[in-house]
């Protein structure tokens, strides 16, 4: 089956700086990367997502990137605020045999005054 | 509109006891996910249904487990007996089509097992 890896486990950054997560996977099939916010007490939120055929998708303080070849992806956060503190988990799917999502260990982030 | 909606939002019971999470989905959306999320395992799909019928039920751990949707407006996942290793948050989340596509989750259940 599916494997994501996803690193750092916890990440702390100041507010305005920038904040990456990396996650990579097994299956070179995986078509679908989506990226979940999780608040404390809350669900995941599902924040942004890319598709393989796209390299890259923005949207305003985010960003996602994928390199289909090395089977990686990763989250970018610029300009961080405090409200940007919580734990981000990537995913991954494959349309064409519609397996489940497979979610990584997720990331805390920490992003401090 | 209200998202997907969950109850309770918290429960404790003793262990051997019967536990019974509610779920309504999005309306509109004919997929349904319940998930558990622990420290040591993550999030962890349990069952998915499509159109009511449960579509991948590999996920539920043992036969304690079970999980019913009578209608699309509804599911239900149940456990009995109770054990301590249940304690866990429980999601349901749900989407259009056949497939994870863009899921939508519930606030959760935090379930704790005595």
């Known amino acids: 089956g599916e494997n994501v890896e996803q690193h750092p486990s916890t990440l702390s950054v100041q507010e305005g700086d920038s904040a990456v997560i990396k996650c990579t996977y097994s299956?070179?099939?995986?078509?679908?990367f989506p990226w979940y916010k999780q608040e404390l007490g809350k669900g995941p939120q599902l924040i942004i997502d890319i598709r393989s055929n796209v390299g890259e998708k923005k949207d305003q303080r985010i960003a996602v990137t994928l390199n289909k070849t090395a089977k990686h992806f990763s989250l970018h956060i610029t300009e961080t605020q405090p409200e940007d503190s919580a734990v981000y988990f990537c995913a991954v799917y494959n349309t064409g045999t519609a397996s489940k999502l497979t979610f990584g260990t997720g990331t805390r982030l920490q992003v401090t005054l | 509109d209200a998202g997907v909606i969950q109850s309770p939002r918290h429960e404790v019971t003793e262990m051997g006891q019967e536990v019974t999470l509610r779920c309504k989905p999005i309306s509109g959306h004919n997929s349904l996910f319940w998930y558990r999320q622990t420290m040591m395992r993550g999030l962890e799909l349990l069952i998915y249904?499509?159109?009511?019928?449960?579509i991948d039920d590999s996920g539920m751990p043992e036969d304690r487990f079970s999980a019913k949707m009578p209608n699309a407006s509804f599911s239900t996942l149940k456990i009995q007996p109770s054990e301590p290793r249940d304690s866990a948050v429980y999601f349901c989340a749900s989407t259009w089509g056949v497939g994870s596509y863009e899921q939508y989750f519930g606030p959760g259940t935090r379930l704790t097992v005595t």
């Open positions: 299956d070179s099939a995986s078509n679908y």
């Open positions: 249904f499509n159109n009511n019928v449960p």
